[in-house]
Each structure stands twice: as C-alpha cells, then as structure tokens.
C-alpha cells in the first residue's frame, strides 16, 4: 500500500507533508480496494493476520464505544479489546476519540463494526499513516524517496538466519506488495479514461518543432531535447510510477528569449514542472505553472519571440489541434495462478493527429516498439520467427530496472532459503512487462535461471521455471534461452520425479519452442517422447476431478501445449506419430476439460496437415468429439476443431461422419458468431470441405446454410472469403442452391469478387460464378454487372490455376447467354487470347480451353476466327495425351472444329487423327462419345478415313455401335458408314 499511496492516490498537499486525501473517483476507488483487502485478510490469511504490528496504526475516529460489543472491553468512553499481544498489551484501544490498532485481525473486526462509515475510517486511518508497512513491519521495510528496499531488507535477515517470525513478515510483505502491485494496476485503468494527449502526438509535435529550431534568428527556439532517451513499450519517457499520474514525458526547451524551461507533458496537458534536482537524476515532479494543451500553446505564453518566429514560418502552427481518448491500458487482467498482476499499459497511435502534425508528417517519425511475433499455424518448418529488438536507452532507467538489479546479487549469491526468497520477490514483478523482461535477461539473471534448472534442489528448480515460463513469452527471451542451453535442461528435467517440476518444464518448452531451431532442439533431445509421456495418465469425461485425475490432466495439459508448438515442424509431426502420441491425444479428446481439450485439439489440428494424421483422426473416433467439441463455450476450442474438420474432410468418409454426428447443423449455427474472424474462417472452410459430398449440400439446405453464408460475402478477411465462396461453388451442385444465392442478392458480391488480387479467392469465384451462370436467369444478372467480361480478363492472369477455373466459367455463360455469339465478338483480342492458352503447359488449362473452344466454336463465325488464329494445329499437337479429361474435352473441340472450310483435312494433315483412335481403347465412356463424334465428323474427309481404317478403328467402333448411349451409338455407326462408303466407291472405281 506505500507506494499506491505516494505515487497513485490524489493528495492535497505534494510530497509527503501532511496532506489529505482529495475527494475524487480515484481516491475513493483505491480505499474501496483497500477495505476489500483488510476486511477478507483475515479469512484468507488467518495466521498472518494475527501477527502483531511493530507499532499500532492510529489516527482520529469519528467512532465511539457505543459501535463496540462482544470481544471488547468498554468502561465509559474507553475501549480495548480482549484479544492481547505478547506484552499484554490491547490489539485495539480507543480513548478519546484516538483509535490505535495492533493487527490485521483487529483492522478486519473494525471494518465491520464501522459499517457505513467505513469509508471514513480508512481515509482517515491512511492519512494519518501515509506508510503503513513501516507501522505493520518496521521502519527498515520503508518506502524511501520512491525506492522500495524492503525486500532487500528482508533479503538480508534471510540470508543471515532462519527465524520464523522473519519468514512470517516476508509471507505479509510479499501479500501487501502483490495488493500494492494491483492498486497502481487499478489507478493507471481510471486514469486512462480521463485523458487527451498521447505519446504520439507529443513526440509528433517535438518532432515539428525541432525541424523549425535551432542557430539563426528566424528559428522558433534555439533547442527543444527529452530528458531521457529510454522509450517504453507503450511509447511513454515517464518512469512507470509517474505514468500512473498521467505523465508521459519530460522536455527542456531553450527559447530564445527566455531561461531553459522544463516541462512535463501528460495526458491533461502541458505544464512547467521544478526541474532537475540538484545532486539527483532525477526532476521535481511538482507543476509549477497552469496547463496548456500542447507544447505550441505553453510556449506562445511564455516566449514573445517563440510567437514572433512561428508567424514567419510557411506552415500555420496556431490551428486548433484535435485529440483523442487513447491512452489505454491493454493489459489488466490478474496472471494465472501467481497472484501477480499484470500492469503493462500501451497508448494506441492517435487516429487524428493535430492539424500542426498533419502538415509535417512526412517529417516527423514514431519510437519504436518492441513487438512479439505472432505464431502462425504453419505446416511446414519454414516458419522462423525473427526477433525484433527494442531500442533500448542507457540513461533514466526505470525503477524495475534496478529493483531487479538488487536482486540480482541475492539470486546469483544466496544461501538455498535467500535464492528462494529471491526468485519469489522476482516473480512479484510484472513479468509480462517488457522492461522487466529485459532487465532479467541483461542483467545475468537469465543464466541464473537456468542454472537453477541443473540443481537438486526442487524448490529453486520450481521457482526457476515459474520465472522463464513467463517470461519466455518474449521473443528475445525466448531465443536467448534457446542460445543458453535452456531448452537442453528443460527436456532433461521431463524425467524429474517431481509431478510440478515436469508440468513447468513443458509449459515453459511450449513457449520457448516457437521457433525453427527450438523445435529442432526440443526432438533432437529426445523431448517429443518424453512430451508424449506426460499425456499417459488417465482421462476422465467429468469435470469433477479427484486430485489424482487432477495431476493427471495437468500434466497432460502441459505435455500437449509443447506439443503443440514442436507440431509446426512436419518432422516432429512424424516424431509426435512414431512416439504413439496419437491414441494418446485421441484419448484426451474423449474428455471434458477444456484447459487439456484446448491444447489437444489444437496438436491435433496442426498435425491433420499430414495424410497419416487424416487417416488416424477418422479411424481413433476422433471425428465424433470434433464435433462433439463444435458446441463448446470456448471459442478457441471450437477453432480448432472446425480448423481439424477442414483439413481432414477432402476425404469422403470423413465428410459422411460429420454429417452422421450432425456437425453439419452444428457448423452452419456458428456461422452467427461473424466477429471471431479466426473461427469464421475455420468454420467456413470446414463447411467448404464438407459441401463436396451433394448428401452434405442437402443437408445444408436444410439448415439454410446457403443464406448465411451469402450474408457474410461483404467485409470479411480474404481468407474468409476464400471458405465462403469455395463453399458457395460446392453448394451450386443443386439448382435451387443457384437459385437462392440470385434471391438473396449474392450474384453481385460474387461477380466483384473477380477484380481481386487473391489466387485462390479469383479460383473460388470464379467457379461459383460459372456455376451461377448454368441458371439463364443467373446469367442475365451475370452479363448486366459484366461479369462475362471479367472472367475473359482472368484468362490473362498468371497463375494457371485462375486461368482455369475462369475459363470453365466461361463456358456456362456462352451457353446461357441470350447473345453469346455477339457477347464473344465484343472482346476484343478475346478469342486470339483463347487460343494462344492452347500453348500452356498447364493440363487443367489446356482441358478448360478446349471446353471454352468447343462452345465458341458451336457459333460459325467465332470458328472461323478461331482458325484464322490457328486453333487447329495447336488442338491437333494435344492429341497424344493420356489425360482422359483432356482427352474428352479436346474431343469435343476437335468434332465442332470440323465443321468449317477444309478443318477436317488440316487435322488429318497435322496427324491428330490416328491418336483419336487410341482414344477408343481407354475405359471412360464419356472419351468414348466424344471421340467417336470426333471421328464421325473427321471420317467426311477420304484421307482421315484411310487413316482411321489403317489404325484398326472399325473393329473398334463395331462394338460401341450397341451401346446404350444413343449419342455414341449413332456417331459410331455413322463413322464406320462412312469409311464403308469410302471402300465402294474405292472399289467400284478400281473394278469399274
């Protein structure tokens, strides 16, 4: 509570005079707090509460001995409790409206006789004893000139004995110092929303200015400099402890006409502060003059010449700046387990930056920022992250810095008991806070830390690992462990006896092992094996846990989260499979605690990339708990099962087991949580997958999936949109699908969507486009919003894939068009550009062009054009493929080719007619048709019957003349017809 006090709490008087607390929001928030704190202490912490003060609190009451009952003694206006110390002396005594107390016990009792006027009594009681940890512990726990040395203090009595009553007031110190954390924690939030500069707009101002000062006489001041060049994460020059006052940095500005002036620049404004203190590194905090809103503003009252200058200057400073409410915490929430808070805040960049900074924004520039990478979920190991490193100063650190560096001493040189102690008054930091982070690591700390890790000793070990797990979420940090040997012990220590020294040690490995090399280390080390071990224990489907099952599910728990970071390499995918971590994470699906399923499903997921994996989730039952999963609370759960749905449902029996444990309902309901963009994503491409089964499309019908996802075509991510539209094109199967998508207005997005950038969203929809385009209806919007247009313009794309799926969407809208031989004509270069794709070395191009041929060529015009440009010597080069899709479609071109001018004779001259024969041998009847009309229509020309005759076609023919498929009936009979014709009239010329 003594530093919240001094540094947080609204004061009437500055320093520590004998000031009252002001009457605001803040203050009577922190006293709320502190209320709270004493009145459970007792409850939650009764041998500590019952621990005597070194001298009681006291301060004047508003209370009289009227309040007091049972447990207390009253004679008159005097009261003392009967509860007594050691020296038989009263823990609480009340004569003449002076109230002394003697323990937290006694503060707890108090608090609820004071009912209503509770708030009163804290008030008073604080202001009368502005550091309350010298009464409750002793003046050598004091907080002195803002530097808290008690821990240090008890450090040394620690180090020198073993007396229990120290370690009872290192259990009360530690608590009062965690409650002081999450009070400066809690002022920073409330000052936060009180506030109109930022650290943006004052280093953009800064900037400006310096630009325009300088030696000359036209310049606006002679020297405008920071007092500290150290830039924290959130932007702020200001020590933390003054950021909580709303203070973000400190300038000296030298104007020309008057003497240096030391500023502060806060959240509220700008104001003269006392300046440097003599003999210090330090600043007289205290405002010295009123508070303006900007630097330009201070200084136009202060500096004539300033004014002067400014005016002569090309750019206008005096407009009206605009700011906004962006100081804002971004991070607050109590860390897991440790009772630490966590107390980073960060300022977001200004959205509207004054009219002076617009003007000079091409000049001026931003601190930097230490970032972390965010992990992506690659299959592959070419997913290295790269550190980012901070610009770090060398002067003003801030007060965490050299608390640590206090500590330091103690961890590297203290007895077992103090090197415990150490690590716990370590851990009372903010840990997540960059600055402490960095202090660990460039102090010495960290190889420390892991040489704790090589030591017998559990205790240390423990707290070591507690310590690097969090921590470790920096990526510096995180390397830098990597580059001492850390990852090496950690996976050693995996076979440690102790149940927690193994459960850390994954946890930590699972946020160490986030890059390449640290992956690689973790399987080189045989770690995977050991990791995989942890999952052994036995699962249970209750969430009502015995403490054996308990134990069990957290060490799975760890195992999978480090097997979850090592599974973005595909070797440790095989390693985690060749481990037997399969059956065993299958086993953990069955079971209902989120905080295991979490992990496991995310592996899972990653892993669902390798064909094994797909094979092993569909034949372990995991299918089912995938989609028991999808109806989870927990939105990250429920991501990674859709995300294990849409890698492994390319496979049809999969598809068929989603339906069958209705994932397809379940799918479709959580398309109506649109703001998870992560989720959306995963849930659309699962729904994507599933749609290739047409008993799916039915399904989905049903469940009016279609309609949701028309909804979602308009502001979503690309990835997104990739799922959606692939989905839409699976649905179009059925034609009332087709319909629906016309109905709700879904033909308009979808045609926009082909003046994108994205690959695999032009593939997607384009396809669906093309299958829109089957309905005639469909096709009037189509070509009206000149979507026919757009797909042409694809053609040109370099990537064959986008080439591909535009070209097989053409071939609807030649067919459904009202006017497609004129809508063809009116590209210009269009059918030029159709057959000069007949050069690709692309199969799935060639097979598109020839269907967009064999439509084109249904119009004898377009034909003709299409042989100008040469369409039949590139068709006849293609005739010696093997590729039966291919090979029908080209068929099919080949057979409408043939109906202009001499076609016929220049396919038989460039030799595509005996490899047509082969045709006839492959064992896919719709090759069979096609050929066979390509044949027939060949087969009017005498030569290309000679050759047909000469490559065995007629033997070949006469047993499709009875099949069942008319088509090919008749363009089989009608070829041999003609090769029959050939031969008489051969014949009657030979014999006359």
Not at 64 to 87: L, M, R
Request: proline share 3%.
């Amino acid at each position: 509570m003594g530093a919240a006090l001094a540094r947080a709490a609204q004061w009437t008087a500055a320093g520590s005079g004998t000031g009252t607390l002001e009457i605001t929001p803040l203050n009577e928030s922190l006293l709320n707090q502190i209320i709270k704190f004493v009145e459970d202490f007792s409850a939650r912490h009764p041998r500590e509460a019952a621990v005597v003060f070194r001298e009681p609190l006291e301060w004047k009451t508003q209370l009289d001995s009227s309040v007091f009952g049972e447990g207390y003694e009253i004679n008159e206006a005097t009261v003392q409790s009967e509860a007594k110390g050691k020296d038989g002396q009263p823990l609480l005594l009340l004569t003449e409206s002076t109230l002394r107390v003697r323990s937290f016990d006694q503060l707890s009792c108090l608090l609820q006789i004071a009912m209503e006027k509770k708030l009163k009594e804290a008030q008073a009681c604080l202001e009368a004893n502005r550091d309350p940890i010298v009464k409750i512990l002793g003046p050598e726990y004091g907080t002195v000139e803002g530097e808290d040395t008690s821990v240090l203090h008890l450090l040394e009595k620690v180090k020198k004995d073993d007396d229990p009553e120290t370690e009872m007031k290192m259990k009360i110190l530690v608590l009062l110092h965690q409650f002081d954390t999450q009070l400066l924690n809690s002022a920073l939030k409330q000052i936060s929303q009180q506030v109109r500069l930022n650290p943006a707009a004052v280093n953009d101002e800064v900037n400006l200015l310096k630009n325009f000062s300088g030696e000359g006489e036209d310049t606006v001041l002679e020297s405008l400099e920071y007092t500290s060049d150290y830039v924290f994460s959130n932007g702020c020059q200001a020590p933390p402890w003054r950021q909580v006052h709303g203070e973000i940095c400190y300038l000296v500005i030298k104007p020309h006409d008057t003497d240096p002036l030391s500023i502060t620049c806060s959240t509220a404004g700008v104001f003269l502060n006392g300046g440097r203190l003599e003999g210090k590194n330090d600043i007289d905090y205290e405002r010295k003059s009123d508070v303006y809103k900007d630097i330009v503003t201070f200084l136009r009252e202060i500096s004539p010449t300033f004014v002067e200058n400014m005016a002569k200057q090309e750019y206008n400073f005096f407009k009206e700046p605009t700011y906004e409410k962006s100081y804002q915490p971004v991070e607050g929430a109590d860390a897991k387990d440790s009772g630490q808070s966590k107390s980073l805040h960060d300022f977001k960049e200004d959205n509207e930056i004054s009219t002076v900074i617009v003007t000079m924004v091409s000049i001026c520039t931003t601190p930097g920022k230490f970032e972390d990478v965010v992990e992506s979920s690659s299959e592959t190991e070419e997913d290295e992250e790269q550190p980012v490193y901070h610009q770090e100063g060398s002067s003003d650190l801030p007060p965490e810095y050299w608390g640590i560096q206090k500590l330091a001493k103690y961890l590297k040189g203290g007895n077992p008991t103090a090197t415990v102690i150490s690590l716990c008054c370590l851990r009372d930091f903010n840990l997540a806070e960059e600055t402490c982070q960095l202090a660990i690591r460039d102090l010495g700390c960290l190889e420390v830390l892991i040489n704790l890790l090589d030591t017998e000793e559990i205790r240390c070990q423990i707290g070591s690992l507690k310590i690097l797990k969090e921590i470790s979420q920096n990526i510096l940090i995180r390397h830098a462990i990597a580059d001492l040997g850390g990852l090496e012990i950690m996976v050693d220590i995996l076979d440690s006896p102790d149940e927690e020294v193994k459960c850390l040690a994954a946890e930590t490995i699972a946020y160490v092992a986030r890059f390449k090399d640290a992956r690689k280390t973790v399987r080189q080390r045989a770690g995977i094996k050991k990791l995989v071990g942890l999952l052994k224990g036995t699962s249970v489907a209750s969430t009502n846990l015995t403490l054996c099952q308990a134990r069990n599910t957290e060490m799975a728990r760890c195992g999978a989260l480090a097997l979850w970071s090592c599974s973005k390499s595909t070797k440790n995918k095989k390693a985690i499979h060749e481990a037997g971590g399969i059956p065993l994470l299958a086993r953990w699906l069955r079971c209902s605690v989120a905080d295991i399923l979490i992990p496991v499903a995310g592996t899972l997921q990653e892993c669902a990339s390798e064909q094994s994996y797909k094979l092993a989730i569909r034949t372990e039952g995991m299918v089912e708990y995938f989609v028991k999963n999808l109806n989870s609370e927990y939105e990250e759960l429920q991501l990674h099962c859709a995300s294990a749905i849409f890698k492994c449902a390319e496979d049809k029996v999969t598809r068929d087991l989603v339906r069958q444990h209705g994932g397809l309902q379940l799918l479709s309901a959580l398309l109506d949580n649109s703001e998870n963009k992560q989720l959306l994503a995963a849930v659309t491409g699962a729904i994507w997958k599933c749609a290739v089964s047409g008993e799916n499309v039915s399904k989905f019908h049903e469940c009016k999936t279609v309609e949701s996802l028309i909804e979602l075509l308009t502001d979503q991510p690309e990835e997104v949109l990739v799922n959606i539209v692939g989905a839409l094109a699976e649905c179009c199967q059925e034609p009332k699908n087709r319909s629906i998508i016309r109905r709700c207005g879904g033909i308009p997005p979808l045609v926009k969507l082909l003046t994108g950038t994205n690959q695999s969203l032009l593939v997607n929809a384009s396809r669906t486009v093309g299958a829109c385009a089957t309905e005639p209806e469909n096709m009037i919007i189509i070509d009206r919003l000149d979507g026919v247009r757009l797909l042409w313009s694809l053609l040109k794309h370099s990537d064959p894939d986008v080439q591909a799926s535009a070209a097989w969407a053409i071939c609807p809208c030649i067919e459904n068009a009202k006017d497609a031989r004129e809508m063809v004509r009116s590209f210009v270069g269009g059918l030029e550009l159709v057959v000069s794709l007949l050069k690709s070395k692309n199969k799935e191009v060639l097979t598109s062009i020839c269907a967009a041929v064999t439509n084109i060529a249904k119009d004898e015009e377009n034909l003709a054009v299409l042989t100008d440009h040469g369409v039949i010597p590139l068709l006849s080069k293609l005739a010696n493929t093997r590729n039966n899709k291919l090979r029908r479609h080209l068929a099919e071109a080949i057979s409408h080719c043939c109906v202009w001018g001499n076609n016929r004779a220049v396919f038989g001259e460039a030799k595509a007619v005996a490899p047509l024969v082969r045709y006839l041998k492959s064992d896919d009847p719709s090759v069979h048709r096609a050929t066979a009309q390509a044949l027939y229509q060949l087969s009017e020309d005498p030569n290309n019957c000679i050759t047909m005759h000469e490559n065995g076609v007629v033997k070949l023919l006469l047993t499709m003349v009875g099949s069942t498929d008319e088509a090919l009936q008749e363009a089989a009979a009608g070829c041999i017809a003609n090769i029959r014709r050939l031969a008489l009239a051969t014949e009657k010329a030979k014999y006359g």
